[in-house]
């Protein structure tokens, strides 16, 4: 299994897409994964092509990824078009550089909070994959979906792309996520295993609170969710898939307020004993106490966005050594 990072890990670093290569490369990584455009400084084909070059000749692979597919999402954007279109080219765009599949995802949790239900969201993202059905499949690019930012549980994940067509639609299980809806990362891996094309791992400490637990995401080895045994469990499930690093360390702990009976309006069909996994990981946790820099990403000075962009770099090493050194990845 090769060990990748996702590039979302170092966007303080303003890198374009070669420096992001030759740096991924310099510190032992096999894997690159584009999961938006904006280290791409073009995207016309030869560019593309001379990115696929440097990838090959430092013998790295790439995959690639883009936002929400699903226009009626709150953080859907028609900036580059339709969903369909933008879809369609990111399929291309794949193809080109070689990913075996384009990462995409339905929302976030504010999605569970709209005018319109969780459903109709579904739905339209279902939409989506179904119109560009036939270009992923004479291309053999697949789409993987992210449980991203809190807006599908596992179990919502797998029956959408059930209802969708795993033939060309599968999923991008990310480990740090789950934590932000009450579900153990364990939980999510079983729901997704058979559907994974793609991966963001990094790991999460949890502990209680007043008001019910608190997340926070930090470095490979420093969670109390016991990512060794996550990592056993997915390359046993997984094989065939990459082991692909998304750190985030910079953002503020999370709380999760389910000891209020509002939270669960949005989470009503939650198995309680799915959920109760998730409570067995809070009592076990410890508060994180390490000393990480922690920020709002909105307007940030510039004098944060430099030392964030080293905290990047340095949480990143770190995780990559954690990977080869005890779980020999």
């Known amino acids: 299994m090769k060990l990748g990072v996702d590039v979302f890990s170092l966007r303080f670093n303003d890198w374009n897409a070669f420096q992001l290569l030759d740096y991924c490369h310099r510190i032992g990584l096999e894997v690159v994964h584009f999961s938006d455009l904006e280290p791409f400084e073009s995207l016309e084909a030869d560019y593309l ?3 696929k070059a440097r990838a090959d000749e430092l013998g790295m692979a790439i995959e690639v990824g883009m936002g929400s597919i699903c226009p009626t999402s709150t953080t859907f954007s028609d900036a580059r078009g339709t969903a369909v279109e933008q879809l369609t080219q990111m399929l291309h765009l794949a193809h080109t550089l070689g990913s075996p ?3 995409c995802y339905l929302g976030s949790n504010a999605d569970r909070r709209t005018e319109l239900p969780l459903r109709a969201h579904v739905e339209a993202t ?3 994959c179904r119109a560009v059905r036939d270009v992923a499949m004479e291309l053999g690019v697949k789409i993987a979906i992210e449980n991203h930012a809190g807006d599908l549980q596992g179990r919502e994940l797998r029956a959408l792309i059930e209802e969708a067509g795993p033939e060309f639609v599968g999923a ?4 740090g996520n789950p934590l932000w809806v009450g579900e153990s990362p364990f939980v999510t891996l079983e729901h997704l295993a058979p559907y994974v094309l793609m991966s963001h791992i990094r790991d999460t400490a949890v502990w209680p609170h007043p008001e019910g637990a608190v ?3 930090v470095a490979m080895g420093d969670g109390t969710i016991g990512i060794q045994e996550w990592a056993r469990r997915y390359r046993e499930l997984c094989p065939h898939t990459h082991f692909t690093l998304e750190i985030i360390t910079s953002l503020p702990p999370r709380v999760l307020n389910y000891l209020d009976p509002s939270y669960w309006e949005v989470y009503p069909e939650t198995p309680a004993a ?9 009592q076990r946790g410890r508060p994180y106490t390490e000393p990480v820099l922690t920020a709002s990403w909105a307007d940030l000075p510039p004098e944060y966005r430099a030392a964030l962009a080293v905290q990047q770099q340095r949480q990143l090493e770190k995780s990559v050594a954690f990977c080869r050194h005890v779980l020999n990845i």
């Open 215 to 217: 997340v926070q995401w």
């Open 172 to 175: 991008c299980i990310d480990a």
């Open 101 to 103: 599949a384009v990462r």
């Open 274 to 282: 799915e959920f109760a996994r998730f409570l067995a990981l809070v």
């Open 126 to 128: 279902i939409a989506t």
């Open 49 to 51: 092509r001379q990115v």
